[in-house]
């Protein structure tokens, strides 16, 4: 969280503790919102086989990187299935290379994103995507193509959020540099799923953020057409469109 280098944990002191808690506490699930869950291999396939002799379900809740290990890619996550995990969230933002490369400096190439999907299904993992609209400087057109790019990336479920430009980024510091607020917003009314940032397209904060809740809504109704079993199982019989906004 704080500087680039990353202390890792003994795995042996991670399944102690899981271990220990499961025995006191009878837990039922696990999730992991270390989102460099996957970035050290080996770490990640020896945590593999020690859930696996715990036999708790687990996901990943937030974002873990897209294209890590690509090449070994399809035996990491068939590795991560096989311990439990029924769900990983891959962090994909958006669906313009454009946007990609010179807003978010994202090193991610758009044609990497599918086939990661396509890995984590055929291990027999659900997979959950998350996707930023709202950056400065993010054309209409390219938050259109990132809603389009996304519904057809063949993932089970989506979070559309919009961009928060949090003090101490380089998108905060452009949005102070060049004023691009609303009207009548700033950092002081940041709240989730608040637009505070002008965007190209939308005449009003409260129009945009419409636009991302339908958005929402829309995508995540996918998986009721293409599944509608597991559809059922993961939202109910009559989901509510909070259930299908708030997504983890």
């Known amino acids: 969280m704080w500087g680039t280098i990353v202390r890792w944990r003994a795995t042996e002191d991670i399944i102690s503790e ?28 020896e945590l593999c086989r020690g859930l696996e002799k715990i036999g708790l379900p687990w996901c990943t809740p937030n974002g873990t990187k897209t294209n890590y290990h690509l090449a070994t890619q399809p035996k990491m996550y068939q590795a991560m299935a096989d311990s439990g995990c029924y769900q990983i969230t891959l962090a994909c933002e958006s669906g313009s290379q454009r946007v990609l490369d010179e807003i978010i400096r994202k090193n991610l190439r758009l044609e990497e994103i599918k086939p990661a999907i396509e890995n984590a299904k055929k291990a027999g993992m659900l997979v959950h995507t998350f996707w930023i609209l ?31 430009p949090l003090p101490g980024t380089p998108i905060y510091r452009k949005v102070m540099r060049e004023n691009l607020w609303w009207p009548d917003r700033s950092i002081q009314d940041l709240l989730y799923r608040t637009s505070l940032v002008k965007v190209d397209g939308f005449d009003s904060p409260e129009e945009f953020e419409r636009f991302v809740t339908e958005t929402n809504i829309r995508a995540n109704r996918l998986l009721e057409q293409r599944d509608p079993e597991r559809f059922r199982q993961t939202y109910g019989p009559n989901p509510t469109e909070q259930l299908l906004v708030k997504q983890t």
């Open 18 to 45: 899981i271990f220990l808690t499961k025995e006191r506490y009878q837990i039922g699930e696990l999730q992991f919102e270390d989102d460099t869950t996957t970035a050290r291999k080996p770490n990640l396939l």
């Open 134 to 164: 709202g950056y400065p400087g993010e054309t209409y057109e390219e938050t259109l193509q990132t809603v389009e790019f996304a519904m057809a990336s063949g993932a089970d479920s989506f979070s559309f959020s919009i961009l928060s």
